[in-house]
């Protein structure tokens, strides 16, 4: 009847819209994706969750290390006897330091050994004693450059985290669209697809 055929054109006309507009979410989600490079996105954001981890975990280490190294500078300008703090830099990152303390610990020794022949007024013993606060000063340098290069890292482990933080927000800003057009493709689709059933139901009937 008249009647059919309009409500049968109506529909196909609705579907073919809505055909168009399901093409048009797809190509604006695929192009969205390309762009915003998020071919994996649930991987992109976790794997910058773990760079901001891993990044927290040697700032805090580094904490530690700095705070070791101000304690042993200070016991070192002291004068007190370096033979028991080797253990404090047994770490690969003390290598430069232990070394001093090794050189300056093995120096010490020597003066003792002197010391059991020889009085402290001794020149052999005098020469050894400055060669001692040379090696000890140089300790110090050495732990204040430490220090210095572990304040350095802090900085630009900081201004990573703060990359980090900014690349994360952004991502998930990025996310959150995607994650809206997304929503908008299936809902058409959705809506497409009962389209066309119901244009294929209504033909049958007609």
Same mark, same amino acid.
């Given at each position: 009847?008249?009647?059919?055929?309009?409500?049968?054109?109506?529909?196909?006309?609705?579907?073919?819209?809505?055909?168009?507009?399901?093409?048009?979410?797809?190509?604006?989600?695929?192009?969205?994706?390309?762009?915003?490079?998020?071919?994996?996105?649930?991987?992109?954001?976790?794997?910058?969750?773990?760079?901001?981890?891993?990044?927290?975990?040697? /700032? /805090?280490?580094?904490?530690?290390?700095?705070?070791?190294?101000?304690?042993?500078?200070?016991?070192?300008?002291?004068?007190?006897?370096?033979?028991?703090?080797?253990?404090?830099?047994?770490?690969?990152?003390?290598?430069?330091?232990?070394?001093?303390?090794?050189?300056?610990?093995?120096?010490?020794?020597?003066?003792?050994?002197?010391?059991?022949?020889?009085?402290?007024?001794?020149?052999?013993?005098?020469?050894?004693?400055?060669?001692?606060?040379?090696?000890?000063?140089?300790?110090?340098?050495?732990?204040?450059?430490?220090?210095?290069?572990?304040?350095?890292?802090?900085?630009?482990?900081?201004?990573?985290?703060?990359?980090?933080?900014?690349?994360?927000?952004?991502?998930?800003?990025?996310?959150?669209?995607?994650?809206?057009?997304?929503?908008?493709?299936?809902?058409?689709?959705?809506?497409?697809?009962?389209?066309?059933?119901?244009?294929?139901?209504?033909?049958?009937?007609?």
């Amino acid at each position: 009847s008249e009647s059919a055929d309009s409500v049968l054109s109506f529909i196909s006309q609705q579907l073919e819209k809505a055909e168009r507009d399901l093409e048009a979410s797809e190509q604006y989600l695929k192009e969205f994706k390309q762009k915003n490079h998020l071919f994996s996105p649930e991987q992109t954001e976790v794997s910058i969750v773990n760079q901001m981890d891993e990044d927290e975990k040697e /700032y /805090y280490e580094l904490i530690q290390t700095k705070t070791s190294l101000t304690w042993l500078n200070d016991y070192v300008k002291t004068g007190a006897d370096l033979t028991e703090i080797a253990y404090l830099v047994s770490s690969p990152q003390f290598a430069v330091v232990a070394s001093s303390i090794s050189h300056a610990v093995e120096l010490e020794q020597k003066r003792k050994q002197l010391l059991i022949r020889h009085t402290p007024a001794d020149f052999n013993v005098e020469i050894l004693d400055e060669r001692i606060v040379d090696a000890r000063l140089i300790l110090q340098k050495n732990i204040e450059n430490s220090v210095l290069s572990i304040t350095k890292k802090q900085n630009l482990l900081k201004e990573h985290s703060r990359d980090n933080e900014t690349l994360f927000a952004h991502l998930s800003d990025k996310e959150s669209e995607y994650i809206r057009l997304a929503r908008m493709m299936e809902i058409r689709e959705e809506f497409y697809l009962m389209l066309l059933e119901k244009h294929s139901e209504f033909a049958i009937a007609k």
